[in-house]
């Protein structure tokens, strides 16, 4: 079932009005703000430091290391820390690698006027080693003179069991769209609903229909028949992800969405990069919880960190007894020292202490037990880093009060979202993933070409694998007063 996008000149004043800010987010990777909800993004900067491989934590000074090394270094820094740095380095050579970060940075979301500045800067500094970052000059003129896509095919579920998602996924990438209808023009937009529809069969009518690029579609399940069906002569920019065994997805096919794996690698080269070594972990034994750890422990171990010991729990689970037993705390003995009147320090040597951090994957209702257990049996000097799952998107101080000190990597969109306590529709990380969707709909044969200058956008600083599949790089913050600070 198809449904085009009509709407009267009114009601598209409005939504341009409403959403006038969301400009701002497609037009500069460091400030949002919605009319609605009062949200401001300031100066966010995703972390890159997943891209070492050394194993030790990464502590290089700014100017050591090769190329690749030094961008990222430089990348992880936020707008105004460059800043800074320009106006107190006089060396011709690092003044030129910063104004390239800045470059980088302002017109990540804007094609045209990203290749132009990289045009004038090469212009400028033609000996410069950055120049290999990115591309020849006619490939930089063939990116900034290329048209934007006018007929664009969304492939969603707007009835059924995942129709509250697909709303979700279909107002954000309507935001997005209006948010950009000034600078890049009208262009038709046209919905395709998936609930009880073979997919193949819609992505033909969308091509029949002259679609430039297909969004969708969301379920897995879709996704994985689709990609059966064979070559794709239009892009096809997918809402979720495929195993990979060998190689990559099919030519002019991608993958985006809320990739859990992300967040495990990231927490993994968060904790290096602070020096933690030794690591206990906590996990749902479910293939959720195995698939996550797996893709953890491979980059721990690669970054040099070991794993001390695994928790497995399930609903069965007598969380209580599981957590005292991972920390060889006998909780009889334990209420016998405490009845005695022991001190803290005393109370805490019963515990093991051959770990220097934690890592959860858990989701809310799970992670609001174990951590105050943690705490309760003298983890408290200790590091817990955590995925995203452990916070539900939506502000709750007063439940996740019990999050207090747990390090989580997010998108920026559900930090700020936590920061002014916004609750509805617009919290929903899935809404980012539709905001993000329209960028990435413009901006496919960018990513491809300049994958060294990520796109900002409300999911995380994105970059497009070989293997054509969509990575998030994310910022990383520590709870506090049961909201992300």
Partial sequence: MKKSLNISPTTLLQKIKTLFAFMLLL??????????????LSSFTPSTEGQYT???PPKTALWEGNTTTIWENLQRRSTAKLTALLNTTNDPNERAWIELALISKRNSNRTQALTQDLLAWRSTH???????????NEI????????????????????????????TLREGFLNAYYANLERIGKQNVSFYDTANQDINSLYQQALNNGADIVVGPLIKNNVQQLIRSGSFSTPVLALNYTDIYFGSLPKNFYEFGLLPEDEAIQVAEQAREAGLTHALIIAPENPWGKRLISTFSTRWHTLGGRIQDTLYYSHQSDLNKEIAN?????????????QEGNDKDTLEQQRRHDF????????????RVIVPLLRYYYVNNIPIYATSAVYSGKPNPVKDVDLNGVTICDTPWSIQIARHHANDTQSDRLYAVGLDAYLLSQSLNRLTALPHFPLYGTTGALTLASSHQ???????TTIHNGTMA
């Fill in 27 to 40: 037009v500069t990777p460091f400030s949002i703000t919605s009319c609605s909800s009062s949200l401001s």
């Fill in 54 to 56: 050394t194993s030790k």
């Fill in 126 to 136: 033609s000996s410069h080693p950055a120049n290999r970052l990115f591309p020849s």
């Fill in 140 to 167: 930089l003129s063939q990116l900034s003179s290329e048209p934007a896509p006018q007929q664009i095919a969304i492939l969603l579920p707007l009835q059924g069991d995942y129709a509250s998602s697909g709303q």
């Fill in 326 to 338: 991972l920390l060889q705390i006998n909780p009889d003995t334990d209420k016998k020292l405490t």
């Fill in 356 to 367: 220097d951090v934690i890592f959860l994957f858990a989701q809310p209702k799970e992670a």
């Fill in 470 to 476: 969509i990575h998030r790089r994310l910022p990383c």
